[in-house]
């Protein structure tokens, strides 16, 4: 029993003297690491911004370019940014001051009016960062905050003015039409691993303008599980949307309940209609069927004239999905904006020429 202890006792002293070796090696190569530390030559920063950078003012886009299409082409100008130097100067009046950053020593930050003008351009076009940066002449790390600072900013500041779905009867009526339609469409994202898609649903009206948007699904989920789980749907089921009661369509005395038009992804429900099944219809529910459909066209007309604004949709995104949401949202209270602003500016007739 003695010799059993006092071989315990010999591991003991053996595996305290390896920790204390341990440990003396190691103060030793961290007294090594703080030497060359010390002994390294502090080389300074070449240069804090790239020459061509700094030189901005002169020749950069927003400085020298947009100056001159407001001065000689404004045509251009609202081609170039997707709207007119008015509906430009307005953004930066009731925008700026959300993204306007203080001044300090340490550097100037970029005018709000130049932020605005790289996000138009890069949702209107599509561009890459990497392909913008010799143009407006910004890092292009530095535009992927400015773009997601001004899209939010965009809907604080016009959320609630340009996109505000009725809950009133009253609200409904001022629209001024008998149905609201309802459709999806699928946005192609790739962020850092992997390749998805996420679904814009949306609730149109005859004017093109978007009443209330879903934005951020997964592109696998289904139109009609999204549609279930959304407020929409709760607030239409509960009445608390607001419909009218039924009224007699024109030159019609049959009342007709307010509903959602839909595709045929959606269930028939009491506040969504979509069209029969197209096996053995009668020449009524063919009839049926082609005025529902032309209802339905709003909503791609709709998609067609935000998309073919704002040509980032048409792309693969390569954001992160976060971003992806706050960018398709701006685009969407944009797209109102304009709507409200200069309706007769994109029909679908020039939209379909244009597309």
């Not at 940014?81 to 930050?109: F, N």
């Not at 076009?125 to 400015?146: D, E, I």
């Not at 949306?202 to 009443?211: E, G, I, M, T």
Request: aromatic share 10%; hydrophobic share 40%; proline share 6%.
């Amino acid at each position: 029993m003695a010799d059993l202890w006092l071989h315990d006792y010999q591991i003991a002293v053996l595996q305290h003297q390896n920790l204390v070796t341990q440990l003396a090696l190691h103060q030793i190569q961290a007294r090594r690491r703080r030497r060359r530390r010390r002994r390294r030559p502090q080389v300074p920063r070449a240069i804090w911004v790239r020459p061509w950078i700094s030189r901005r003012r002169q020749f950069g886009k927003y400085d020298q370019l947009l100056v001159e299409l407001r001065k000689e082409d404004q045509r251009a100008f609202k081609n170039f940014l997707r709207m007119p130097p008015e509906m430009y100067d307005e953004l930066v009046q009731r925008v700026g001051p959300r993204i306007t950053k203080q001044r300090t020593w340490y550097r100037e930050p970029l005018d709000p009016g130049l932020k605005i003008a790289i996000t138009l351009r890069h949702i209107a076009s599509g561009t890459k960062y990497a392909a913008m940066k010799f143009g407006c002449r910004v890092p292009h790390n530095t535009q992927s905050l400015a773009v997601r600072e001004v899209c939010q900013a965009i809907i604080d500041e016009y959320l609630d003015e340009a996109m505000t779905c009725p809950t009133t009867p009253e609200g409904w009526r001022e629209i001024q039409i008998s149905s609201w339609r309802s459709g999806t469409s699928h946005i192609p994202v790739v962020p850092l691993m992997g390749f998805y898609s996420i679904v814009l649903m949306a609730l149109v009206d005859a004017d093109y303008k978007f009443l209330w948007a879903d934005v951020g699904s997964p592109g696998a989920s289904p139109d009609a599980q999204i549609y279930n789980e959304s407020e929409l749907r709760e607030m239409a089921e509960d009445g608390t949307i607001g419909f009218p009661a039924p009224d007699p369509l024109p030159n019609d005395y049959k009342d007709v309940p307010y509903f959602f038009v839909v595709d045929d992804a959606f269930g028939l429900r009491k506040h969504t209609m979509k069209r029969y099944t197209l096996r053995g219809l009668t020449d009524l529910e063919k009839i049926f069927n082609y005025r529902l459909s032309r209802a339905r066209r709003v909503v791609e007309n709709a998609f067609g004239i935000l998309a073919n604004r704002f040509q980032i949709l048409l792309t693969t995104m390569q954001h992160h999905p976060s971003t992806v949401k706050i960018i398709v949202k701006a685009c969407i209270v944009l797209h109102n904006l304009m709507r409200t602003r200069y309706p007769t500016e994109m029909s679908p007739k020039e939209m379909t020429e244009n597309w």
